[in-house]
């Protein structure tokens, strides 16, 4: 069974830094892409940051220049670097592992970390 796990998030104030990791247990294969994920109280899931296996990046206009994704494809994760935080930026961040194979796609959640950002 594939799962993921996230850790890294915390409480942090305003201007501060934090590193999310999201490592993948129990896969045979590696992810075709990887993607973070957040989702504020009362609010959609929003889509933060994507880098596919060959390292396309993709980033949200509201983390842009801030957040830096990174993967790691022989350990299978991928990490979230988080800078100049906002407390706007609270919220659970979930990874999503995303493979393709013949046509199919099988997405992959963690279970999320709560990152808490205090003006």
């Known amino acids: 069974q594939v799962t993921l796990v996230e850790s890294g998030g915390g409480l942090v104030e305003a201007g501060g830094s934090l590193r999310l990791s999201c490592a993948a247990s129990g896969s045979t294969f590696s992810f075709n892409s990887f993607g973070w994920y957040r989702q504020a109280p009362g609010a959609r899931r929003e889509l933060v940051a994507t880098i596919s296996i060959g390292g396309s990046i993709y980033y949200s206009g509201s983390v842009k220049g801030r957040f830096t994704i990174s993967r790691d494809n022989a350990e299978n994760a991928v990490y979230l670097q988080m800078k100049s935080l906002k407390p706007e930026d609270t919220a659970v961040y979930s990874c999503?592992?995303?493979?393709?194979?013949?046509?199919?796609?099988?997405?992959?959640w963690g279970q999320g970390t709560q990152v808490t950002v205090s003006s």
């Open positions: 999503k592992g995303t493979r393709w194979v013949a046509g199919r796609t099988s997405e992959y």
